[in-house]
């Protein structure tokens, strides 16, 4: 089943989550991230970074509302990090009291019990490294990416897993138990075991929140009540760091363990990789992948401070807590707390090296001074990233480097080659650019003309008056007659940049050749002119000649007829 994933969103060469995944179990599709489930560890870290909150969770808040709608005896496990997240906590309880919940016990009840197992466990320790295993996303990326450590695991269930299970056993199969928590990996934690009947739903303190907006409902104007059971001060601590291992102290120092506590991703995996290396020994590591521990939990509403504030906010509350026993009758059941983690890793695909070259090769990677390993792609490395893009992760324009000098490459080339005269002004008219076809048009080098204003060059009346209107000029007919430069002006102001944009057309070969062609035009029509009105006259000439010829001829005709015919009469 799909709990964690990311809604389309406008996702365009951010690569946030990719970067702050610690993972890397993010894959680009079409410039959209989607999570990929295997590899993910639930941290929630890039829902965090996410500028677009493109997250896609899943929920079991409409469930729990149609459970209470329905009356059912819904039961509520709080994560004692309510006492940090909100002002006014036990408001909170009042508010889902009102709201329906049958009962509300904290988590920390189970935390108490998990700290009694967990000191048995150590009594029997034989110095082999020891991980606490309270944090569902901890344990993931153990299974996951670490199965060499699986072993130094505590095999114990989380205070979740364990206080639900007292609850069903208490309130029966018939109860609703719910989980409400800053935790996203939580949900994955529960899901086989709400499949398995033990618990049946997960809310987050900002999906509940959320609700409450929705629905007009404000914790200031509820009541404010206590649990319906607490956990002891050795479980309420459990939010914040070292706070397993301080009520571990005593076994600790016993068994000649070096307790560490670790808290984040990164340095999560720096630890790791340590033990994975054998470079520390006899050594138990309280390990939390949220920076802040749980008060620094994905899941919580924006609004509710910030995890400095929530961590002073529980520790004032904490001391206020101290002489607070269990609540809970901790021997009643007989229940199996053991847990079993299993090997998860993902067996890839072994590149060769010149596979991964292959890929570097081409994003303009030739050698090992052209890995950046910037960072900015998501990846630590440059060959990392090419082993991502192998896996069909990423795609090699994620580079940013390369598409940049990509780019920049090509608008060079434009420039420099253009059959244009191309220059850049500053707002003051000042020159910052000129191509090689506008230094040979002004026979000047940019060298010595960088910094001159323009009017050295040509009027700049034009680039005046676009200054001041912010009006772009296109394709207007100029003459420069200092340089006998005749083009189409256009000039185009860039306000982000606070440039000017010119580009001349020059037509001056052209122009040339109309006058060329003109002048030929004329001459020929004036030449015309004279052989038709010389034609015209010879023709006049020839008309005459021709006239005077026909009435000779025609007499001729005539007295030879008469001959004829008188001829004729005598006979």
Do not use: W
């Amino acid at each position: 089943m799909k709990i964690l994933d990311f809604v389309p969103a406008n996702c365009k060469n951010c690569y946030k989550c990719v970067k702050n995944c610690s993972v890397k179990a993010i894959k680009m599709v079409n410039d959209q991230a989607q999570i990929i489930e295997e590899r993910c560890v639930a941290c929630g870290k890039c829902f965090l970074v996410c500028p677009q909150n493109a997250r896609n969770i899943l929920s079991d808040l409409d469930n729990v509302v149609k459970a209470i709608k329905e009356n059912k005896k819904v039961i509520i496990s709080i994560a004692p990090s309510y006492l940090g997240i909100y002002k006014n906590p036990y408001k909170l309880i009042g508010a889902l009291k009102k709201f329906g919940v049958h009962s509300v016990e904290e988590t920390s009840i189970g935390a108490a019990k998990i700290t009694e197992l967990y000191r048995e466990y150590l009594k029997k320790a034989d110095g082999k490294n020891i991980i606490t295993s309270c944090c569902p996303s901890v344990n993931l990326m153990i299974q996951i990416y670490y199965p060499e450590l699986l072993d130094n695991l505590i095999p114990i269930d989380s205070p979740m897993i364990a206080h639900s299970k007292m609850l069903r056993q208490k309130y029966g199969k018939d109860s609703y138990i719910t989980f409400l928590g800053p935790c996203l990996a939580k949900k994955c934690e529960a899901y086989p075991y709400q499949v398995a009947g033990i618990m049946d739903a997960v809310v987050s303190f900002e999906e509940l929140e959320n609700y409450f907006i929705e629905n007009d409902i404000s914790l200031e104007d509820c009541d404010e009540m206590m649990p319906d059971a607490s956990g002891s001060i050795t479980g309420q601590r459990y939010p914040i760091e070292r706070g397993i291992l301080g009520g571990l102290t005593d076994i600790l120092r016993e068994k000649e363990y070096t307790n560490i506590t670790v808290a984040g991703s990164k340095n999560c995996r720096e630890l790791f990789d340590a033990l994975k290396d054998n470079d520390l020994n006899n050594i138990c590591i309280e390990a939390n992948m949220c920076e802040g521990a749980c008060m620094g939990g994905p899941a919580i509403s924006k609004d509710e401070h910030n995890v400095y504030v929530r961590r002073i906010l529980i520790k004032n509350k904490l001391k206020q807590n101290e002489e607070l026993k269990n609540t809970f009758e901790k021997n009643e059941y007989d229940i199996d707390y053991s847990r079993r983690f299993r090997d998860r890793k993902i067996q890839g695909p072994k590149y060769t090296q010149e596979q991964i070259e292959e890929v570097l090769r081409s994003i303009g990677k030739h050698s090992k001074c052209d890995e950046l390993n910037c960072g900015s792609c998501g990846y630590e490395t440059c060959r990392e990233k090419a082993v991502s893009v192998l896996d069909g992760l990423s795609y090699s324009e994620m580079c940013l480097p390369y598409m940049r000098s990509k780019a920049e490459r090509i608008s060079n080339i434009s420039f420099e080659y253009s059959p244009n005269i191309l220059f850049i002004v500053d707002e003051n008219l000042n020159i910052l650019e000129l191509n090689p076809k506008a230094e040979e048009a002004f026979n000047a080098k940019m060298a010595n003309m960088k910094g001159l204003n323009l009017s050295a060059l040509m009027p700049v009346d034009d680039y005046e008056k676009v200054m001041e209107t912010g009006n772009n000029i296109l394709s207007k007919k100029i003459v420069i007659e200092k340089y006998g430069i005749i083009a189409y002006s256009s000039i185009i102001y860039l306000p982000k940049l606070k440039i000017i944009f010119g580009i001349l057309l020059d037509v001056t070969d052209e122009e040339q050749k109309k006058d060329k062609l003109l002048t030929l035009k004329l001459s020929t029509i004036e030449t015309a002119d004279k052989v038709i009105e010389k034609q015209m006259r010879v023709a006049q000439e020839i008309a005459g000649l021709l006239g005077e010829t026909t009435a000779e001829t025609k007499t001729t005709l005539l007295k030879l007829k008469k001959i004829v015919a008188d001829e004729e009469s005598d006979i």
